[in-house]
Structure formats: structure tokens, C-alpha cells
């Protein structure tokens, strides 16, 4: 298995940028370069949904509709780090962010899908 843990959350006003990144380390053997990997968040009073998913060599991507074109997912898998750029951030994009990773090297969008998860970090976009 491996350790998520995610840092560069926010506040950040309408139209403005963040940079979320998640460090990997891995357990049991278990490499991060092996892993597809997800982008998840959640909102007060809603479920956690999908946001954007990477496959292991970072060749294929996923996004929510939500986001598309405004979000960018990347891994460098040498340094174990995945990124999601957020850029144009409206204040409906107010979130609990978590990064997600599983061996299935399919690109899934359900959270029952992924293994691990990091603890989340907090994105807040002002009007």
C-alpha cells in the first residue's frame, strides 16, 4: 500500500489558482509508480465526488465535467508526488480535496474504487 498525504490548500479568491499536491510514500513494498491515482473532494452537507484521475505512466487523464478545462491532474512518479492544478476556481469548487490511489490501472470514478486515501486539504474560494 502507500501513504497519501496532501498539502496546498487554501483561501484563494474567485478566478484565482491553487496547486494541490500529494506525497507518497510507500508501504510494504508497494511502489506510488505502480498506482493509478485520483483526485477527490467534498463539500459541507455533500457526498465526496470525483474530480480527476491519472493512470500510472500519467499517458491517459479523467476529468469531472465540472472541471474540465479549468483543472489540470499530473504525477511525477520519480519524485512519488501527484498535482492537480486548479485554475479559474469559482466559489462552488469550496472543498475538502483528497488524493486517492489503487493498483487497478483502470481509470475509475467511484470512490469504492480506491485503496487509499489521504487525509484531505482544505480549499476555500471567496466571492
Known amino acids: 500500500q502507500v501513504q497519501l498525504v496532501e498539502s496546498g490548500g487554501g483561501l484563494v479568491q474567485a478566478g484565482g489558482s491553487l496547486r494541490l499536491s500529494c506525497a507518497a510514500s510507500?508501504?510494504?513494498?508497494?511502489?506510488?509508480?505502480?498506482?493509478?491515482m485520483g483526485w477527490f473532494r467534498q463539500a459541507p452537507g455533500k457526498e465526496r465526488e470525483f474530480v480527476a484521475a491519472i493512470s500510472v505512466s500519467g499517458g491517459s487523464t479523467s476529468y469531472a465535467d465540472s472541471v474540465k478545462g479549468r483543472f489540470t491532474i499530473s504525477r511525477d512518479n520519480a519524485k512519488n508526488t501527484g498535482n492537480l492544478q486548479l485554475n479559474s476556481l469559482k466559489p462552488e469548487d469550496t472543498a475538502v480535496y483528497y488524493c486517492a490511489a489503487t493498483p487497478n490501472k483502470v481509470l475509475h470514478i467511484q470512490r469504492r474504487a480506491y485503496d487509499y486515501w489521504g487525509r484531505g486539504t482544505q480549499v476555500t474560494v471567496s466571492s
Open positions: 510507500s508501504v510494504s513494498g508497494h511502489t506510488f509508480s505502480s498506482y493509478t
